[in-house]
T-cell receptor
Framework: DAGITQSPRHKVTETGTPVTLRCHQTENHRYMYWYRQDPGHGLRLIHYSYGVKDTDKGEVSDGYSVSRSKTEDFLLTLESATSSQTSVYFC????????????FGEGSRLTVL | KNQVEQSPQSLIILEGKNCTLQCNYTVSPFSNLRWYKQDTGRGPVSLTIMTFSENTKSNGRYTATLDADTKQSSLHITASQLSDSASYICVVSRSSASKIIFGSGTRLSIRP
């Protein structure tokens, strides 16, 4: 299994509080992604990174920010959580943006009350 | 619009039976197509990957086909096992604009 660790795996928080999810990889892959998965939807890209300090928005980036200060860590921050951000969040890594296989973490389940 | 459509949304079959899942896409320009298996509560795991020139690829009891002309793919599972109960996700990559597009998945349940 690819070395990807997400933390926390489960979190319950209240509306308006900040939340940070962490993705840590030991594979030294260049590309890292944050997705959210909701019933009835495919995995949707929030943000991705193509190198240290190089990030870009995905299709559902509103309300989220990311940072990548080291190759191995990619942080997803919800500055002020809302109930619509209740979801399962997956981190993924890849060596190549198009041809490379995506390796996923185990997911972080976030509930915003 | 670049889309990936999967059918059926859900499927229930008896253990030991075969089944076929479908994926239709309108992604262009096409780079590759992957099938992922996602067990409940886990992250997706890759089963197969096919490029434009490949029309069949197997991984154990899983066989994926690709018809690039009609933009259709299928995943055939032979002699199903209880452990095959999962969601199966079709993922298509574009060769430009570097975009990966996910289908909504097929939820497969295997009954003993």
């Amino acid at each position: 299994d690819a070395g990807i660790t997400q933390s926390p795996r489960h979190k319950v928080t209240e509306t308006g509080t900040p939340v940070t999810l962490r993705c840590h990889q030991t594979e030294n892959h260049r590309y890292m992604y944050w997705y959210r998965q909701d019933p009835g939807h495919g995995l949707r890209l929030i943000h991705y990174s193509y190198g240290v300090k190089d990030t870009d928005k995905g299709e559902v980036s509103d309300g989220y920010s990311v940072s990548r200060s080291k190759t191995e860590d990619f942080l997803l921050t919800l500055e002020s959580a809302t109930s619509s951000q209740t979801s399962v969040y997956f981190c993924a890594i890849s060596e190549s943006e198009v041809t490379g296989e995506l390796f996923f973490g185990e997911g972080s389940r976030l509930t915003v009350l | 619009k670049n889309q990936v459509e999967q059918s059926p949304q859900s499927l229930i079959i008896l253990e030991g039976k075969n089944c076929t899942l479908q994926c239709n896409y309108t992604v262009s320009p096409f780079s590759n197509l992957r099938w992922y298996k996602q067990d409940t509560g886990r992250g997706p795991v890759s089963l197969t990957i096919m490029t434009f020139s490949e029309n069949t690829k197997s991984n154990g009891r899983y066989t994926a086909t690709l018809d690039a002309d009609t933009k259709q793919s299928s995943l055939h599972i032979t002699a199903s096992q209880l452990s095959d109960s999962a969601s199966y996700i079709c993922v298509v990559s574009r060769s430009s604009a570097s975009k990966i597009i996910f289908g909504s998945g097929t939820r497969l349940s295997i009954r003993p």
